[in-house]
């Protein structure tokens, strides 16, 4: 693997190529108006765009190979979206496949299989990012699996980030009353409670029939009994007015602002929605717009056998936040107690990605996962269309089934990402670049975490085409020839997290069989 940093532009020069015409209205991150004609068909994901022929933007016939590489191509041979670090539909998978059932393909984000798995890129010193793009041959002639890999710094001591004020707005529905929903969060939330800091603050909301703010904004200093009790005083009762609890969670957040802090609402739910207003373009309107007004940011954690994944994933969407599943005591320990507190603070707002394929060496191309992520490759360069917001020790990975042109060789692609600075708002760019030559032999072969990045994603590829009119990827393997690269992987690395994907693909092959 080779890491490639090749130039940070600075905001002088971006704002002469926004002047250039580049700066255009467009579509949300969220999907909306996303180009549904790139690449892979669409949302559905399923089909394949070759490269258009023609000469890329900027070149002319004189032009060497090195020159016209350096201006960007036409939009037909772009791939854009906005970063995700959201991990619920491979925590709700490997649950649904744990209690002897195949997910429903539509809970089956590909990039959320991939980006719950450990990565080992080069980290920045500072706020943004590096970018690493490396890639190996598949066993389908012609085809490889190219990999883009963005790391933000790691995450730093508690003692060194801003303050926090995170308003937990928490379901305490009948349907909470389930092992492993309420009784789980009270836990988790109390642990995490003595792992904040005394300039932190906390607030709680709860909700069933209606909404009740059970505690307001309060400083830890001193209160740390007052928050336990709130915790502990949890009850669940009736149905699920989601709308309620996300209308009432985000006032007391506006309430208890704080200027200099991270300012964040703390879902915990279900996400099965019953009662009052159920309509999820309301809900989603109210996170919005308090989003663009205050900069709170949403991060949604789902629980339950019966969960609401799609519109738990739009509402973190809509509210500049991810998602994350839990669905035992080892999920919520990492969710509430390692990342929670470490990642409280952003790097990077509205940062998105774009990936330029070189139409002399590939012949066709789809990116794996972000259906719902796609942005209008115009788009890239106008900030006022909404990206991802990515906290310290992330990583974000997403990998491309590429045809090559047969008997060509050279330059791949280039990856570029772009995102604000979170307290300046100002626009920052790194790029990555990939050659033929530097794909890394056979697959298999290649290093262990682009192994398992293959693995999840060919797995979440199957779950996704099963039962459902769906093209898989070009030269999948079978789930028995996955279960034993993930065995083998899971042997070698001695990571506990690649032995529960080894897991969980001996089960989807048993339900499956």
Not at 128 to 138: E, K, L, P, Q, S
Request: hydrophobic share 30%; charged share 30%; with cysteine.
């Amino acid at each position: 693997m080779e890491q490639y940093r090749i130039r940070r532009v600075r905001a002088a020069l971006l704002a002469l190529t926004a002047a250039g015409g580049l700066l255009l209205t467009g579509c949300s991150a969220s999907g909306d108006g996303a180009n549904e004609s790139s690449y892979d068909g669409g949302n559905k994901g399923g089909g394949y765009a070759p490269a258009p022929e023609g000469e890329q933007e900027g070149s002319s016939p004189d032009s060497s190979d090195s020159d016209s590489r350096d201006v960007a191509p036409e939009p037909d041979y772009l791939s854009t979206f906005a970063l995700d670090v959201d991990t619920a539909s491979y925590g709700y998978a490997r649950r649904t496949l744990a209690e002897g059932s195949m997910p429903d393909p539509s809970t089956v984000r590909p990039e959320e299989f991939v980006n719950s798995f450990r990565q080992d890129y080069d980290r920045p010193d500072g706020n943004g990012f590096t970018v690493t793009v490396d890639g190996a041959r598949t066993d389908k002639d012609d085809w490889s699996l190219v990999r883009v890999g963005l790391a933000t710094r790691a995450a730093e001591d508690t003692e060194e980030r801003p303050p926090a004020a995170l308003t937990f707005v928490i379901d305490i529905s009948g349907s909470m009353a389930e092992p492993g929903r309420l009784d789980l969060a009270k836990d988790s939330l109390g642990t995490m409670t003595d792992q904040l800091r005394d300039d932190d603050s906390v607030a709680v909301v709860t909700f069933s029939d209606e909404a009740e703010r059970v505690l307001p904004m309060t400083r830890l200093d001193g209160n740390r009994d007052e928050v336990h009790d709130a915790i502990d005083g949890l009850e669940p009762t009736d149905s699920t007015n989601l709308g309620a609890g996300v209308d009432t969670g985000y006032e007391t957040a506006e309430d208890g602002l704080r200027e200099g802090a991270t300012n964040r609402v703390v879902l915990i739910s279900d996400a099965l929605a019953n009662t009052g207003d159920t309509d999820a373009d309301a809900i989603l309107e109210r996170i919005a717009s308090e989003r663009r007004e205050h900069g709170i940011t949403l991060f949604g954690v789902g629980v339950g056998s019966d969960y609401g994944d799609q519109l738990m994933e739009q509402l973190a969407d809509k509210g500049d936040g991810h998602t994350a599943y839990v669905s035992d005591e080892d999920d919520a320990r990492k969710v509430f107690v390692d990342q929670l507190p470490r990642n409280i603070d952003l790097t990077a707002r509205d940062a998105k990605a774009q990936v330029a394929f070189d139409p002399e060496t590939v012949e066709e191309f789809r990116l794996v996962g972000y259906d719902n992520r796609r942005v209008d490759d115009e788009d890239f360069r106008d900030d006022s269309v909404d990206g991802g917001e990515i906290g310290p020790g992330h990583t974000v990975t997403a990998l491309y089934a590429v045809h090559h042109k047969p008997g060509t060789d050279g330059h791949l692609a280039t990856a570029n990402v772009r995102w604000l600075d979170p307290e300046s708002r100002t626009p920052h760019e790194e790029s990555g670049q990939l050659e033929s030559g530097d794909l890394d032999g056979d697959l298999w072969e290649a290093g262990s975490r682009l192994q398992i990045t293959a693995v999840a994603a060919y797995f979440a590829d199957t779950l996704r085409s099963y039962g459902a009119e769906f093209s898989p990827l070009p030269g999948t393997p079978s789930l028995g020839e996955l279960s034993e690269h993930a065995h083998d992987l899971a042997r070698s690395t001695e990571d506990k997290d690649v032995t529960q994907l080894a897991e969980a693909i001996d089960q989807a092959k048993r339900h499956g069989d």
